[in-house]
T-cell receptor, first 114, second 112 residues
Framework: NAGVMQNPRHLVRRRGQEARLRCSPM?????VYWYRQLPEEGLKFMVY????????ESGMPKERFSAEFPKEGPSILRIQQVVRGDSAAYFC????????????FGQGTRLTVV | GENVEQHPSTLSVQEGDSAVIKCTYS??????FPWYKQELGKRPQLIID?????GEKKDQRIAVTLNKTAKHFSLHITETQPEDSAVYFC???????????FGKGTHLIIQP
């Protein structure tokens, strides 16, 4: 089991460009969570998805950010028209089911906006 | 929504001593409380968790206690070693929200 896979590990974008972050959950896991971590800070919940459904996006900014988890392929976190404040580490976690299931994290994507 | 407070933000202990990190949560419906360890530049790793129907859980040098009445839970590390140095995050889940709410983290420093 390869674990939760995120790519790219590092992503540099100029202000105004789009950033696409990918997350492949662990085998057998159908629940994906995205978190943002600013330097020297904790993990902030952004969005919770199951296959083809957004379950909870209460932590996601209303503009420029979107997420999907299609029937086939990885989950994608998309940030349009990036700004310097979007620079952070974005972690994806997966679990076999919601509720009380353990969540396991990927290595993260470090986004730098220049 | 849920709010998780974690203390202290930095904790320095002598190697071999014990370390205790405390968290409080606001949502009485929360029912799952994991702890993660994050080394510099790496992913958070689950080290221990506790569910609301249990008061204490132990795994070798690590233990977690939960007081549902007071809405707080704690991580205890005994016989600390240099490799325990990391940032530790507590989290809570429940009350209708499926994503984990994390505390701000504790930077644990083990002094040789």
């Amino acid at each position: 089991n390869a674990g939760v896979m995120q790519n790219p590990r590092h992503l540099v974008r100029r202000r105004g460009q789009e950033a696409r972050l990918r997350c492949s959950p662990m085998k057998g896991h159908s629940h994906v969570y995205w978190y943002r971590q600013l330097p020297e800070e904790g993990l902030k919940f952004m969005v919770y998805l199951q296959k083809e459904n957004i379950i909870d996006e209460s932590g996601m900014p209303k503009e420029r950010f979107s997420a999907e988890f299609p029937k086939e392929g990885p989950s994608i976190l998309r940030i349009q028209q990036v700004v310097r404040g979007d620079s952070a580490a974005y972690f994806c976690a997966s679990s076999p089911g919601g509720g009380k299931s353990e969540a396991f994290f990927g290595q993260g994507t470090r986004l730098t906006v220049v | 929504g849920e709010n998780v407070e974690q203390h202290p933000s930095t904790l320095s202990v002598q190697e071999g001593d014990s370390a205790v990190i405390k968290c409080t949560y606001s949502d009485s419906a929360s029912n799952y409380f994991p702890w993660y360890k994050q080394e510099l530049g790496k992913r958070p790793q689950l080290i221990i968790d506790i569910r609301s129907n249990v008061g204490e859980k132990k795994d070798q040098r690590i233990a977690v206690t939960l007081n549902k009445t007071a809405k707080h839970f704690s991580l205890h590390i005994t016989e600390t070693q240099p490799e325990d140095s990391a940032v530790y995050f507590c989290a809570a889940r429940g009350g209708g929200a499926d994503g984990l709410t994390f505390g701000k983290g504790t930077h644990l420093i083990i002094q040789p």
